[in-house]
């Protein structure tokens, strides 16, 4: 069952007319334009314990995912290729809004939004992550686990995906005589990376289309158009997110800005994995 | 999706495999008042797909700590029976079920003049009583129908169809197997006669003039499905199908 939000943060009313005040003039309450996103770093391989791990950091907002992997069986329709599971975590160290407890809608969306761009664009190659066809493959598990909260975790959590699904190693195995895969300690094989994917959030407030909202630019915007792209520039999803509406042209122009933004989102995780990234980003 | 098979979808005449054309929507029925106790309900079918829509309300919510002091609240449950689908599906809310109760309600908190009830609730509870494809946007249609008959005032009517591409080819009203081994599908929502798209998702692969046209053909489609609203809250049953 899904509720209209009763716990939504208050903005007082004169920082709401701050930030409309300043988006009229194509300002934004962080001093940047209405389409470039807030500072970004990212840092791959932060948790030694995960095959593969990145902490990112946009803004205020700050995401870590962890990557573990397992040998399972495949899904019966598909048995020549390999399992990703994404889970999102909204814990509550990281804003006074999240509550303990299993995932609510906004944590399952996002998890399932990021999900789909992946399988959509075929980012990870799945049928690489097979182990023996039909009976074992690797269960690749993508952990979100948000630290800050301060708006826009699709972003976020897109960029330390995407970093720690290039930071992975899959570990060494042996094939005992039973059909059991025994794991090793060592791991040294990268995950097979067709495409690097980045979501960007755009954000409708009043008529303006602003990228990458800050939590209080999120509360007081009508709706948000999340929308995936590949390097290639082709859109590999698209959420309408966030209780208002569009017009025709306004999603056409969201989509015109977001790959502009996506390029900048490129371009840190370019900087931040250098030589590591499988794909050269035009 | 992207899944290759032997399947040809689309012929050489460029139909598709239930002889379908790329901008054709499978028949489409509309029923009102199909439920006793319901403030407003609606049966929407596309093809095999069918969805039962109630609404209940405005009423006191159940639980206290959900009164909005402004507004109504909405709750929207998208479930989907547990025989509605090839193999059994649990009764219990899936995650699937979760992101869809949440898109619907997206779809109409804009469209719904929550303001002229506050601190009540307004529910709209949606069973799919049997899946063939495009069961969100039939739910959204079934839901905009059941408001209508529950008497609760909104800014216009909405309906929702879906887009798919399938062996490159964009085409309208995408059923179970199309949506299985496309390349796309896109549901959209809108309120046409105030210009409003309410939910829009994409899962697939599109370059930018795809989306573009894709979203042309659902909006079309959608105007019409809007009208066949109006006429079925006229008439309380209306039919696409020839008989």
């Known amino acids: 069952m899904s509720l209209t939000p009763f716990r939504v943060p208050i903005v007082p009313e004169l920082r709401k007319s701050t930030i409309l005040s300043l988006i009229a003039k194509g300002l934004r309450i962080e001093e940047r334009d209405l389409y470039t996103p807030r500072l970004i770093k990212i840092e791959a391989g932060v948790v030694e314990r995960a095959e593969g791990s990145a902490q990112v950091q946009l803004g205020k907002t700050q995401v870590l995912v962890g990557v573990k992997v397992d040998v399972g069986t495949p899904f019966k329709d598909t048995p020549d290729e390999g399992v990703i599971a994404v889970n999102a975590e909204f814990v509550p160290i990281a804003s006074p809004m999240f509550e303990p407890g299993p995932p609510d809608e906004n944590a399952i969306e996002l998890a399932r939004v990021i999900d789909r761009s992946l399988r959509e664009s075929n980012a990870v190659d799945r049928k690489s992550l097979v182990i023996i066809p039909g009976q074992k493959v690797w269960v690749v598990h993508v952990d979100i686990y948000v630290l800050n909260y301060d708006g826009n975790l699709f972003d976020a959590s897109m960029l330390a995906t995407m970093a720690a699904l290039i930071d992975t190693r899959l570990p060494d195995y042996e094939e005992l005589e039973t059909g059991e895969i025994r794991l090793k300690e060592e791991k040294k094989t990268p995950l097979q990376i067709n495409k690097i994917v980045t979501t960007v959030n755009i954000a409708k407030i009043g008529d303006y289309l602003i990228v990458d909202p800050n939590l209080d630019e999120e509360t007081v915007a009508d709706t948000k158009l999340i929308v995936a792209y590949d390097h290639e520039g082709n859109v590999v999803g698209i959420q309408k997110s966030g209780a208002g509406s569009m017009t025709r042209e306004e999603i056409l122009k969201a989509i015109d800005i977001g790959s502009k933004a996506a390029r900048v989102y490129f371009k840190s995780l370019e900087e931040a994995l250098g030589e590591r990234l499988p794909v050269k980003i035009g | ?243």
């Open chain 2, 1 to 243: 999706m992207a899944k290759a098979t032997d399947v040809k979808l689309i012929d050489e005449f460029g139909r598709r495999h239930d002889g379908r054309l790329p901008e054709e929507m499978r028949p489409v029925s509309m029923r009102i008042n199909v439920l006793d106790n319901a403030d407003g309900s609606a049966l929407v079918e596309f093809g095999r797909t069918r969805v039962l829509a109630a609404v209940y309300g405005p009423r006191e919510p159940v639980q206290r700590f959900m009164i909005l002091p402004d507004r109504a609240l909405l709750r929207v449950r998208y479930h989907m029976a547990p025989f509605s689908t090839a193999e059994r599906k649990s009764p219990a809310p899936s995650r699937r079920e979760i992101e869809l109760s949440k898109v619907i309600r997206e779809a109409f908190e804009d469209i719904i003049l929550v303001k002229y009830f506050p601190r009540t609730a307004i529910d709209i509870f949606i069973e799919v009583l049997q899946a063939d494809g495009g069961t969100r946007t039939a739910a959204v249609t079934a839901a905009s129908l059941a408001l209508a008959n529950a008497g609760i005032p909104m800014k216009a009517l909405v309906a929702g169809i879906a887009v798919g591409k399938i062996e490159g080819v964009l085409v309208l009203d995408v059923d179970e197997v199309e949506d299985g081994v496309g390349e796309a599908d896109m549901p959209v929502a809108a309120a046409p006669d105030i210009g409003k798209i309410t939910l829009f998702q994409l899962n697939g692969v599109l370059t930018k003039e795809e989306v573009e046209k894709g979203l042309d053909m659902a909006l079309e489609a959608i105007k019409k499905l809007v009208e066949l609203e109006k006429q079925t809250l006229v008439e309380e049953y209306v039919t696409t199908e020839e008989v």
